[in-house]
């Protein structure tokens, strides 16, 4: 292996697009210390942040294969082989400069940190939705179901996913992402260069640097009532993630909560709620069992050989 191969491999792993980057990784650990110390928890701070009876959890072991394994298709460049937004942002920018003209704009070109600010808002959007559709499709929620069978929640959850459900989302994503960069480029900056709004990610970096991380973690963050109408705090996380049916349907978004409360599926957090994690029912038990083989076969075998 060349070291440029190996290090390509390294930036598809712990590179910035990452959330277990190291960069993002300390700053998770640094909020966490000054968390530790405004609430005066007990206990050694590493056995707080890092509790064995979380991470030492047979849940935990599933979370880091499926992670490892998620890395190994990636560095194979399986999920960007369906990355299709750039295709279809040209195709939309096409037909649209076909009407307008090739050198007519609705309005003149953004500067940098404003398609930083409006590409972040669009993915933020399509992530939802695809979230939103991996839950209410029951063709495709056995692959989402994996993610939600995780019982105790570490930042190795986030990368819980069977590896379909990622080129399921992906494709749904990148699709919505496609159509609105089109728009963008045909419409509102028809100067603009795809690669130029596709490699803007300033505040993707300060969310993985700030509270990505904390989404799937044991530390309770709630951000009061007004802010959670608009960012999804980590607590309306676990919320998502909790067995209870009055959560069930709540709270989607990525990082932006003002899609859920548009929509009506947004929860807000009060007082700290007692959650459990995991599915309930015969049809999750394979998925339960956090074994690699039922994990990645069972949703399969829902998917194209359901029960009748």
């Known amino acids: 292996m060349t070291m440029d191969r190996f290090r390509q491999i390294l930036l598809d792993t712990f590179g910035a697009g990452e959330m277990l980057s190291p960069p993002y990784v300390l700053a998770f650990v640094g909020l966490a210390w000054l968390i530790y110390l405004v609430r005066r928890e007990k206990g050694g701070f590493l056995p707080w942040l890092f509790p064995a009876r979380l991470w030492m959890h047979k849940s935990t072991s599933a979370d880091f294969w499926l992670f490892v394994m998620g890395r190994l298709l990636s560095v194979a460049g399986l999920f960007s082989r369906f990355g299709v937004a750039p295709l279809v942002s040209v195709w939309i920018a096409g037909l649209i400069s076909s009407v307008t003209g090739a050198d007519t704009g609705l309005a003149p070109g953004l500067g940098p940190m404003s398609l930083a600010l409006l590409l972040w808002v669009i993915v933020d959007f399509a992530a939802y939705w ?74 993707v970096v300060v969310a993985n640097l700030t509270v990505a991380n904390f989404h799937h973690a044991h530390i309770w963050i709630s951000f009061g009532p007004v802010l959670e109408r608009v960012f999804i705090s980590p607590a309306q996380h676990y919320i998502h993630h909790s067995t209870k049916p009055a959560h069930f349907n709540r709270n989607y978004g990525h990082i932006l909560a003002i899609w859920d409360w548009m929509v009506c599926t947004l929860y807000i957090t009060r007082d700290r709620e007692d959650l459990s994690f995991g599915l309930d029912g015969p049809n999750e038990a394979p998925l339960m069992s956090h074994r690699l083989g039922p994990i990645l076969i069972d949703p399969l075998s829902r998917m194209f050989f359901p029960a009748r």
Request: aromatic residues 4%; charged residues 5%; proline residues 7%.
């Open 130 to 203: 695809s979230h939103r559709l991996l839950h209410a499709t029951s063709v495709i929620w056995p692959l989402h179901a994996v993610h939600h069978s995780a019982e105790v929640l570490t930042p190795l959850t986030a990368y819980r996913q069977h590896p379909l459900a990622l080129i399921v989302g992906t494709s749904i994503s990148t699709c919505i992402v496609g159509v609105a960069l089109g728009v963008i480029v045909g419409v509102i900056s028809p100067d603009t260069p795809i690669a130029e709004l596709v490699g803007v990610n300033a505040f």
